[in-house]
């Protein structure tokens, strides 16, 4: 069993700043990290490992700096990383992104066949969730999206069944093998890493590719050269108004809180949602 | 079976790194762990950064390591409640190169420094706590830490986490600390532009000021406040002994929110937003707290063997040079293929014969005889500025009248003999 996970450095968007006046993430503000969805993928390809054996690759896009989530992602259970960074991939758009991916997928398929990619459901930086299911597309796999559990991996009947999340519940999914699926946090915890991984991680260095290491690629739908979305406007969303501070001890707090719950009797109504 | 290296290190601040430096420059194995989620995340000093011992490790380290300002000018305040008496020096030459000292942010520098480790070929672990060090048959064979499966093994184990080393007090090195061994400083990070720290401070760019503050910033308790300025905040930070703390029953955030709101601080400050709040114990007790320094497998840096001098605020070039020493110590272990006591023990004659001890033992009794004896704090600085008052303050009386009365006003409670000894003892205590 071979796992690809497609991982990215993000900046840390608990603590980043935005620059007031362009609106753009101010990047150097907040330390760069794993995106978490994707600490979650590569924790899930450790369990699945664990169950079926083979081997785990992690694959990024990104700067030379970059490296820093393939060991970390090494940290978690990961076998061997891939960066793929060239000046060329610079300001890539999600369709431009993965494309590159895919043809680095290509390429780490010829050295052993991929079985499952995983991806985490978005980038915390990006939150647009395209890249995953753009590089099923190219790969010609099923892209099973928001996957909550792995239910089953049958290596013998080469099929895995899934749960996906939806809004009021979930589906069961059972698919082909080489598959595709992002994956939400809640299906799994990650784990303490062992000491052998942290120090193997420490030693570790990422097998790096330049677009001239992939084969078959067409540079025009590379980079910003590939990239047609076009950003027409960014603004921050303005912070919520109103609302009503309670003051006073605790109980006198709760005491006005059970007068506005019960002079506001509709809050209890039950909407149609949906 | 545990992984095996030639040294561990346990903590990357400046003592764990210089020495994981050294002995990756020599191609020894090392493995060095830190606690923090990365070098620098957790450690605190006021934020002067000295030349020299940084620079036996990584010449020129000005052209390339994150630094705030170099130092050109060190004042000191004897501060009481409504006056500073100052002096200091400001000098150009400290601005060039070489320099003289640095201020610098820890986050940022150390994080730095452990990357030049890396660099040499060190492994660097982060966000790993090492619980215990192993040992078998009075030889410390190597640690176990939090992870799973996490035992690794190695020929010497570098202690260098820090003030509190939980590590050498399991090994017996250490006592419980007195509370008048330690000093608990609080301090806080406040940004301010450059230009309002450039003028306030009197400064250009790359021009720093560090403010040593003794007296009243301390409500005449035995310590000092500092006032550092980096490239677009401030540093400012006061530390007592515990036991002082203890007896005047000071919190110590309130002892740092009193000197914020200083009638003499608080335009330096003003307008600034607080960016950070940091709290950490400092080892004071000196010379005579140091503890047993090597044993079987094992030796002891920095603030964890309590290589710190008070009076002149200087502990992390000793953490750096310590770390330097115990490198060079290990690599002879190494070459004779012995790692026992008596072999790391070159480690502690090394110590004994660098500044590190001798500036130690120079100041032996300073903090003892400050703290038994209270009036130098409470009583004496507060007159140096009454007297620094009358003899400025232009009122008709002559020089020669003010003279007598300063003096007179010094004696009046005490006696002339009283303050001679007061003033031998001082002496004796820093000579």
Known sequence: MHIVVCVKQVPDTKIIKINPKTNTLDRRSAPAILNPYDAHAVQEAVKIREKTGGTIS??????????????????IGADRGYLITDRAFAGA?????????????ERIGKELPVDIVICGKHAIDGDTGQVGPGIARRLDIPPITNVIEVVEVNQQEQTVLMKRKLANGYELIQTEIPCLMTVEKEINEIEYSPMPNMIKAARYEPIIWAVSDLENVDRTQLGLKGSPTIVGKMFTPPRPEGGKKLEGTTDEQVNQLMDILLENKDLFTLQSSN | ???????????????????????ARAGLDVLLIERGEYPGSKNVMGGVLYRKQMEDLIPEFWKEAPLERPVIEQRFWVMDKESVASFGYKGLEWGVEPYNNFTVLRAKFDQWFAGKAVEAGALLINETVVTECLVENGKVIGVRTDRPNGEVLADVVVLADGVNSLLSKQLGFHKEFRPDEVALTVMEVINLSKDKI????????NQGCTIEIFGDSTKG????AFLYTNKDSLNIGVGTTLSSMIKAKLKPYELLDYLKNHPMVKPLLAGGESAEYLAHLIPEGGYHSVPRVAG???????????????????????????????GESIIEAKNRGNFSESTLNIYRDKLHDSFIIKDLEKYKDAAHTFESYPQYFKEYLPMMNQAMSTFFTVDGTPKREKQKQIIKSVTAEKGRLRVLQDIYRAWKAVK
């Open chain 1, 58 to 75: 992690v694959l990024s896009m990104g700067p030379p700096q970059a490296t820093a989530v393939i060991k970390k992602s090494i940290e």
């Open chain 1, 93 to 105: 758009d999600t369709l431009a992104t993965s494309y590159a991916l895919s043809k680095a997928l």
């Open chain 2, 1 to 23: 079976m545990p992984e095996k290296f030639d040294v561990i290190v346990v903590g990357a601040g400046p003592a764990g790194t210089a020495c994981a430096l050294t002995c």
């Open chain 2, 198 to 205: 450039n003028e306030r401070f009197n400064l250009e760019d």
């Open chain 2, 221 to 224: 308790n035995l310590g000092t």
């Open chain 2, 296 to 326: 079987n497998g094992v030796v002891v840096v920095g603030d964890a063997a309590q290589l710190v001098n008070a009076i002149h605020r200087e502990g992390s070039n000793m953490a750096m040079h310590s770390g330097l020493l115990a």
